[in-house]
């Protein structure tokens, strides 16, 4: 087999066993892997709660991995989220994809929980479950460091331990599956890290056809401003996009309710590169090497927590920004959800968080101590336990990343629609209606964004199913991913070809989450941005969302989706797609 | 929709793309629209059916490109590989359907963002909107026009016209658009306020479009005030830059220039590097097809010619280097900077023409018109010193 290893590890933890699956090919054509794959076999078990033992965790990659295509050492890890009872997903860097798919497996699936804390240890076609009962509590990086020479290690801080509910999964140190509580599914399965090394290789179908379509993609990055010029991802880190969401008047300030942050000059990617002086980083086999790290293996923070710890927080120490991006790591959360947790609580609290509060805060969370308990729930539950529901800026119960929705329309029928909540990256429209790829769009207006932002959903399902990292399609499209994915897999294909199967994993999508009660009430924004301006001056106004245009924008998106009039999956379209769940 | 669909029809008439009433367009949200009725509107709405795609655009390019694109499609066996940077580096290549039939335009633009169907048209879309399908279409026409005058030179010289093609070069030059030419005067520098680098980057992009020295999308522009850069975004049209000039501090404290045009390092180093300030980049027709016209034969570098080129090559004066869109190893922005210290322009390979100037874009968009009639004028001669002696 070509690109795909064929092969699934099925690993029950209350016996410490494990089997092999050969996954028909059939299926992996359909859904890829990734994303794709661990969502099919997820949806056998979806109704099941988060932390029910047969509710099963996924780490699935997908064929491009461990191959010479660009950007694809990435993998998807997922389950039911704590966080908001949907899907829950990340994508993820690092290596351990790539080892992964050497040791021979395309995915793993994890059922059942450990009598105790334990580790689950991958090499090759040998896996060990280990007691690591003398690393509970233990934070990412003391743990990470112990399991040198094991490969790549995937490892919960003591926040998924101790129940914190947007708890994330640390990969190789660095690289966060951050979104949607997945750590706390791995804690509540008692395992405390997984590691994964191999020696295999992956066939290649044709390699000449797959150096040609590299070249072409290689080409189209270097003529993308965003990721290799001058400003770019590249160069500055992800962070590199903190200037341009202050000039647009759309960032989220003082938790959503302004979009201009003063202070942001003194607080962009610049700054941060003056003072700490990271060198490049990022995934194994990317050349974009977005991530930022200083000597002393310090990671710089991305754009969302640069954001978030700062304009959010009305925060203007650029170290308290690093100190929390680093807690937040050691703790194992995510970073945005913790952030906007702490500004929900300072909104509620009436009280503005020094830098020092900011940091005790969230050790607290991740401790469970104090007041950090209740914030451990997510800004959702601890803002209606507080009696200010309205004031927690969540979708689906999952906090909002750092675009403010009224400075971009497409993002909030984005945000609105997203399968896992409050997510930027489900469709990402960021890139045309800012960033002006693959043509720009008018960024205050609906008009025609049902249809893009469900072509959007579709084209990132099938980049997190390849896997591929997102920021490529920046530049490139499925045009020569499809390229690509011929010359890997031998399976004939073509871009449009791809976005049909990218519309067949979304819908398996919708179809999970309405399953589970979702329906068009969930795809919604909170009231403030229908109700409150962002920001106003001569020339630019940054007003609430007109709430009749985006009702009509969700309807339209729904008739696009081909979803019933309340967002609920139709069986014509399921079995249209090849979807046999009804 | 119907403001969308009157933009582009006079986007595609302003910039000499199609007759006027010709383009058929399409959009598409949670319903179709078109912009008038046709008959070919039931063979294209499978296209929206099949492929994901919100705007679509159908229709037979204005001459000279339609008996260009016709004539390339007939003779093409099924794809036209155009070699100009645009298509290399976006597009690829060309396909070609020899029937109107929706299975065969789909099969067509499910590997490619376009179709010619000769005898009917050009059929563009987007997945964004319409821009790309503008865009996609504009390209298309600009590849094949010069496409079709690089491989005259080329095939005139190794004996290889037939009478057909010669008969078509003979009459397109004939349908040729005058030589640009421009006796005005631009706004004078130095300008001494942020508002008048604004005007004049304006003022210098709409002449540039309305010369025909580059298509509405493509080229770039700068100029240098008071320590910042500013320069026109990625995917801007040079006639509509309103709203769409990134200031970029030199001194690299901001980040807002991320979506500046791809070109903004090679204008960084030459405003560095040089006492230049105002730059223009274009993408003149006989400037991109003289710059492919290369005698040198066996070269170690032949069907590289675009990323390294071993030679000194000129126009006259003017040097053509090689270099990509963009950074990279390849990255025109590392050979246009220095290629074009004391010269008023250079040409890259394939892709177009940058010039500057010191104090406005005076001197840059007159040597634009300058070299490009310089080098479409040596085309020509070049083009009658083979017909002379009949090799």
């Known amino acids: ?582 | 929709m119907d403001q969308i669909f009157s933009t582009y029809e006079d986007k595609f008439l302003k910039n000499g793309l199609t007759n006027p009433g010709a383009p058929l367009l399409g959009l598409l949200d949670a319903r179709l629209s078109w912009n008038k009725d046709d008959i070919a509107c039931t063979v294209l709405e499978k296209l929206f059916e099949h492929l994901n795609m919100n705007s679509l655009v159908f229709s037979q390019p204005a001459e000279p490109y339609r008996s260009i694109v016709e004539y390339l499609a007939e003779t093409s066996g099924g794809t036209i590989f155009p070699s100009d940077c645009e298509t290399r580096t976006f597009l690829h290549d060309l396909p070609v359907s020899f029937n109107f039939s929706p299975e065969s335009i789909i099969s067509a633009l499910k590997e490619r963002k376009s179709v010619i169907i000769p005898g009917q048209g050009i059929v563009t879309y987007g997945t964004v909107g319409m821009e790309q399908a503008y865009v996609t279409f504009s390209s298309v026409c600009f590849a094949c026009f010069v496409k079709f005058f690089s491989d005259y030179l080329h095939d005139i010289k190794h004996g290889k016209i037939n009478n057909r093609r010669q008969n078509l070069f003979d009459l397109l030059v004939k349908k040729l658009e005058p030589a640009p030419c421009f006796k005005g005067s631009l706004m004078k520098g130095p300008f001494d306020s942020e508002m008048s680098v604004y005007q004049a980057i304006q003022e210098a992009g709409m002449l540039t479009v309305e010369h025909r020295l580059v298509d509405s999308y493509f080229g770039n522009i700068s100029f240098c005030y008071n320590d910042t850069l500013y320069i026109s975004q990625t995917g801007s049209s040079l006639d509509n830059l309103q709203g769409c000039i990134d200031p970029c501090p030199l001194d690299g404290s901001s980040c807002t220039a991320i979506t500046a045009s791809s070109e903004l390092p090679a204008h960084l180093k030459i405003v560095k590097n040089t006492t230049n300030k105002a730059i223009l980049h274009g993408h003149p027709r006989f400037s991109v097809i003289l710059s492919m016209d290369c005698d040198i034969e066996n070269c170690q570098c032949r069907g590289q010619c675009h990323m390294k080129c071993p030679h000194e090559r000129f126009v006259g004066d003017i040097p053509i280097v090689s270099g990509e869109v963009g950074s990279g190893p390849y990255g025109l922005c590392n050979t246009v900077p220095e290629a074009i210290k004391e010269r008023p322009g250079v040409i890259v390979y394939g892709h177009g023409l940058f010039t500057a100037g010191q104090t406005d874009f005076n001197r840059p968009f007159k040597n634009l018109i300058k070299i490009e009639n310089n080098c479409r004028e040596e085309y020509f001669n070049r083009v009658r010193s083979f017909r002379r002696t009949g090799q």
Not at chain 1, 30 to 40: D, Q, V
Not at chain 1, 47 to 74: Q, Y
Not at chain 1, 110 to 122: N, R, V, Y
Not at chain 1, 165 to 193: E, P, Q, T
Request: glycine residues 10%.
């Open chain 1, 1 to 582: 087999m070509y690109g795909w290893c064929g092969k699934i590890s099925k690993i029950n933890l209350c016996d410490h066993t494990w089997d092999i699956e050969t996954v028909d090919p059939e299926i992996l054509k359909k859904f890829i892997g990734g994303r794709g794959l661990a969502g099919y076999y997820l949806g056998k078990k979806i109704t099941l709660g988060w932390d029910d033992p047969d509710m099963p965790l996924l780490i699935f990659t997908g064929p491009l991995v461990n191959t010479r295509s660009p950007t694809s050492g990435r993998m998807t890890i997922m389950s039911r989220s704590p966080l908001t009872g949907t899907v829950g997903d990340s994508s993820v860097g690092g290596s351990f994809g790539t080892e992964l798919k050497k040791a021979g497996f395309d995915g793993i699936i994890i059922t059942g929980k450990s009598p105790t804390l334990s580790g689950i240890e991958i090499f090759n076609a040998s896996i060990h479950v280990t007691d690591a009962g003398h690393l509970a509590g233990r934070q990412t990086g003391y743990v990470h460091s112990l399991l040198k020479g094991k490969g790549s290690a995937a490892v919960i801080g003591p926040a998924a331990e101790n129940g914190v509910v947007f708890s994330s999964i640390m990969v190789d140190r660095h690289f966060a599956a951050g979104r949607g509580g997945i750590g706390r599914v791995l804690a509540c399965k008692n395992i405390k890290y997984i590691t994964v090394k191999g020696t295999g290789t992956t066939k290649i179908f044709n390699s000449q056809d797959l150096k040609s379509a590299r070249e072409d993609v290689f080409r189209l990055a270097a003529a993308s401003p965003v990721l290799l010029g001058e400003f770019g991802i590249s160069r500055f880190g992800t962070g590199a996009l903190y200037d341009l969401m202050d000039a647009r008047r759309m960032m989220p300030t003082d938790n959503f309710r302004q979009t201009k942050f003063s202070q942001a000059s003194l607080m962009n990617a610049h700054a941060f590169k003056k003072r700490y002086a990271p060198k490049k980083s990022g995934c194994r086999g990317c050349h974009i090497l977005c991530k930022k790290i200083t000597k002393n293996r310090t990671p710089m923070p991305e754009f969302e927590t640069m954001s978030h710890f700062s304009a959010l927080l009305d925060n203007n120490d650029i170290h308290t920004v690093v100190r929390a991006n680093r807690i937040c790591n050691e703790m194992g959360m995510d970073t945005i959800s913790a952030a906007a947790t702490l500004a929900c609580f300072s909104e509620i609290s009436q009280k503005r968080l020094s830098p020092n509060e900011i940091v005790s805060l969230l050790v607290d969370i991740g401790k469970k101590r104090g007041v950090g308990t209740a914030l451990g729930r997510g800004a959702a539950i601890y803002a209606t336990r507080r009696g200010s529901s309205d004031l927690a800026m969540t979708v689906k119960g999952q906090e909002l990343p750092a675009y403010d929705p009224r400075g971009a329309y497409g993002m909030a029928l984005a945000y609105a629609t997203s399968t896992r909540g409050g997510c930027h990256l489900r469709a990402y429209p960021i890139s045309h209606e800012i960033l002006r790829k693959p043509v720009a769009t008018d960024r205050f207006t609906f008009n025609g964004k049902a249809r893009i932002i469900k072509s959007s959903e579709d084209l990132n399902a099938v980049a997190d199913s390849l896997t591929a990292c997102k920021f490529i399609f920046f530049a490139a499209s499925l045009e020569e991913y499809a390229k690509i994915y011929t010359a890997v897999t031998g399976v004939k294909t073509s871009g449009q070809d791809l976005f049909k199967t990218g519309e067949r994993i979304y819908y398996n999508e919708r179809i999970m989450n309405a399953a589970n009660g979702f329906s068009e009430k969930d795809d919604d924004l909170p009231d403030r941005f229908f109700t409150s301006p962002g920001y106003k001056n001569e020339s630019i106004n940054i007003g609430p969302i007109d709430r009749k245009a985006f009702l009509e924008a969700r309807s339209n998106y729904y008739v696009v989706r081909k979803l019933d009039k309340k967002g609920m999956p139709v069986p014509e379209t399921a079995k249209k797609l090849g979807l046999d769940v009804f």
